[in-house]
């Protein structure tokens, strides 16, 4: 079965760092582009960071830009969303998408494999 499942969320202080781990089964992460997503209580799903699946192309947020990396290990079949510097509004539930589209794209609506999500939670 086709499955992915984040971990490494959790509570963290603001200005710390988490490390999100998306792992794919039943498929190769790097055959697809991946997108990391994230939605806070009464708000849309917002995208955060994206990887192209052979180039390995990464697009960020604004909202992230300089602050989050996303990087795929091919040995692992994982991609990962180091966060750094969280301010409390990164709190949200995390998810991890894959889309079999040709090009790279962020629109959510593009990405039809989606993970179960896990929460991140920013406060002191």
């Known amino acids: 079965q086709v499955q992915l499942v984040e971990s490494g969320g959790g509570l963290v202080q603001p200005g710390g760092s988490l490390r999100l781990s998306c792992a794919a089964s039943?498929?190769?992460?790097?055959?697809?582009?991946t997108g990391w997503f994230r939605q806070a209580p009464g708000k849309e799903r917002e995208g955060v960071s994206w990887i192209g699946r052979s180039n390995r192309t990464t697009y960020y947020a604004d909202s992230v830009k300089g602050r989050f990396t996303m990087f795929r290990d091919n040995a692992t079949n994982t991609v990962y969303l180091q966060m750094n510097s969280l301010k409390p509004e990164d709190t949200a539930v995390y998810f991890c998408a894959v889309s079999m589209t040709y090009s790279l794209t962020t629109r959510a609506r593009d990405y039809n494999t989606w993970g179960q999500g896990t929460q991140v939670t920013v406060s002191s």
């Open positions: 039943e498929f190769r992460l790097d055959a697809y582009n």
